[in-house]
Nanobody, 127 residues
Framework: QLQLVESGGGLVQPGGSLRLSCAASGFTLDYYAIGWFRQAPGKEREGVSCISRDDGSVNYADSVKGRFTISRDNAKNTVYLQMNSLKPEDTAVYYC????????????????????WGQGTQVSVSS
């Protein structure tokens, strides 16, 4: 079965860290840009970060710049989101999504541009 599976979420105190993983099953991520998105209750889905298929382009939402780092390990068919200095406003369900792209294409954090989505993992930041 073709799947994207997020993991690594949990409950942390403000200032803490989590590393989210997005593992592909049934296909390889080599030809895909990957985006991380999040959605809190009652709020619109928000683009958090994205990475191009060849690591040549990464983007971050202003709200997470300097705190979050996206990376990929094609050998493990996995994309990561390292989240440091977490804030209560980071609380949300985090989703990864994929989109096949051409070589050297820049990634984007628009939800409509991604075609295949994981089920999400809950991140809660609270004291």
């Amino acid at each position: 079965q073709l799947q994207l599976v997020e993991s690594g979420g949990g409950l942390v105190q403000p200032g803490g860290s989590l590393r989210l993983s997005c593992a592909a099953s049934g296909f390889t991520l080599d030809y895909y840009a990957i985006g991380w998105f999040r959605q809190a209750p009652g709020k619109e889905r928000e683009g958090v970060s994205c990475i191009s298929r060849d690591d040549g382009s990464v983007n971050y939402a202003d709200s997470v710049k300097g705190r979050f780092t996206i990376s990929r390990d094609n050998a493990k068919n996995t994309v990561y989101l390292q989240m440091n200095s977490l804030k209560p406003e980071d609380t949300a369900v985090y989703y990864c999504a994929s989109r096949i792209t051409a070589p050297q294409a820049r990634c984007a954090m628009t939800s409509f541009s991604y075609t295949f989505w994981g089920q999400g993992t809950q991140v809660s930041v609270s004291s």
